[in-house]
């Protein structure tokens, strides 16, 4: 069984920088690409971004490009999303994801199914202005 723990969010300034966390268990972290989302009060949740399996290559939102950063650590099981220059309009809960089945591509994780994704509880990040 996949779980996926998210840690780091709460409230910040705008300008500041948070850094979140994803451990994950139960199957072989490095053989599947990693997905962040977020969700902001009375809106549907969007991708921020995705790493591949091996970390070499990320992919961003317009929203977040160039502020936020994705990197992974499979030797711990971990994902991370370093957020920058963050904004009021950057406040939400934020999760991460995983595909369920292998094969799938890094930049193709955010045009997937909610179902076809293994999903963290999420984490609050809130900005003020």
């Known amino acids: 069984q996949v779980q996926l723990v998210e840690s780091g969010g709460g409230s910040v300034q705008a300008g500041g920088s948070l850094r979140l966390s994803c451990v994950a268990s139960?199957?072989?972290?490095?053989?599947?690409?990693m997905g962040w989302f977020r969700q902001a009060p009375g809106k549907e949740r969007v991708f921020v971004g995705s790493?591949?399996?091996?970390?070499?290559?990320?992919y961003y939102s317009d929203s977040v490009k160039g502020r936020f950063t994705i990197s992974r650590d499979n030797a711990k099981n971990t994902v991370y999303l370093q957020m920058n220059s963050l904004k009021s309009e950057d406040s939400a809960v934020y999760s991460c994801?995983?595909?369920?089945?292998?094969?799938?591509?890094?930049?193709?994780?955010?045009?997937?199914?909610?179902?076809?994704?293994?999903w963290g509880q999420g984490t609050q990040v809130t900005v003020s202005s």
């Open positions: 139960g199957r072989t972290f490095s053989d599947y690409p």
């Open positions: 790493i591949t399996y091996g970390g070499g290559s990320t």
């Open positions: 994801a995983t595909p369920k089945d292998r094969g799938i591509a890094a930049q193709a994780v955010g045009d997937l199914y909610p179902s076809s994704l293994y």
